[in-house]
């Protein structure tokens, strides 16, 4: 069997079957329609259209094959069980999430996961407008005979959703590292072929689906080559009473980055702090210094550590969130799924940018630095305190979630305050960090809310 051989002339015939017919019961039909980020709609994406019914023919006989391979090649059904856990995206979030704990090299962790989101996410977008302006009926719909592996989703057939998120994300990663390109467009073909295997896609809508993600990744590549991360930090660090002091600061760039949504990284830059020997501060400095650290103190140093791991820092939301989404049964929804990540990580890397401009605007000195006697429990980051960044995206992180889940919003907003309080907690944080860095995560989720609820998701 080779799938290239069907490639040719797929495209030629125009469908018998494409027709508005009823969408009652149909996986979000109006999904084509929702907003993009990275391309200017899920229409300006539309696939050619699918083969006629002589070409579909072949395709279905390709099928019968491949579908009775399942039953004598072990390799298959893995591979069809691995991609059909959950929606096409959620295996790549769960690719990112295991190589992020494994402490593989990763670069900027949430622009990795930011712009994987926003690709699958579009791709989704384009690939159900595609799916209802054509109608294909799924293989099985055409031939009740074929041997089905997996539950239908309800929804057209073409083009192929897995293929379409997973050429995306490949692509995308393939541009962050490129030295396992080859690998990361070998497991998207896996991704797209595994649905051909278990009955549920046509050979022709595998193929439409691949170059549909590979052209939404394009624009999402070209949009992250301008974000202005790849500048080099050339400033000086300013001295003084209440500056931070250290040498090559982490995240100076950040705060030069071009955001998705901000209209610039000051827009809510937080009010300038007070001075380091004011009343306030002073307190604040006791406060931290006086916080129980030692042996009895075992319940806030564990918390404090776990915010200060990879899980605590970069993937606690996309944890609930996929555990939110499966015990809500929208785990099988691709565009509900795909905009549940896409605006995670979108509020994410604003807030970040955000944080940083407010960081490096005020350089403003760490509790230790201030009063020696503060001992953190691990090593506070090399760069200013005010506001503090885990408070900032713990906020947003939180805001997002409560957005998206509103039935968990107490959860996930309590969750989101845990993660600043710990701060001050671990030693390397005052509550005027933490506060100012709520309110920031606050405002920055809040243009992103206003965003989603005019997406026409609703």
Known sequence: MNLRI???GVMILLPVWAQSGPTAGQTEPNAGKWKTWAIPSGKDYRVPPPPGAAATQDELQF?????????????IPPQIAYWDAGSPAYRWIDMIS???LAGQPTGESNRILTYVAMAMYDATVAAWDSKYAYNRPRPNQVDPRLSISVAVPQSPSYPSEHAAAAAAAAEVLAYMFPSEAAEFRSLAEEAGRSRLYAGVNFP???????DLGRRVAEAVIAKARLDGS?????????TGKCFWNGTNPGNATVANFKPLLLSTP???????????DSATVVSQTADVRNFPRGPTAFATNER????QSVDGRVLWNYRLANQWLSEDSLDKNPPR???VYALMAATWFDSFIASNDGKFAYWYIRPHQLDPAIVPIFPAPNFPSYPSNHSTLSAANGEMLAYLFPARADEARSIGKQAGDSRIWAGIHYEIDNESGVALGKKVAQKFIDWAKSDGSQ
């Open 63 to 75: 099928l019968r094959e491949a579908t009775a391979a399942v039953k004598t090649d072990a390799r």
């Open 337 to 339: 799924v795909a905009r």
């Open 98 to 100: 295991k190589r992020f």
């Open 204 to 210: 022709s809508d595998y193929f439409a689906g691949m």
């Open 6 to 8: 069907l490639s040719l």
């Open 266 to 276: 000051s827009e809510f830059r937080p009010p300038t702090p007070p001075a380091c």
């Open 304 to 307: 404090a550590f776990y915010w």
């Open 230 to 238: 790849g500048t080099v930090w050339t400033g000086t660090i300013p």
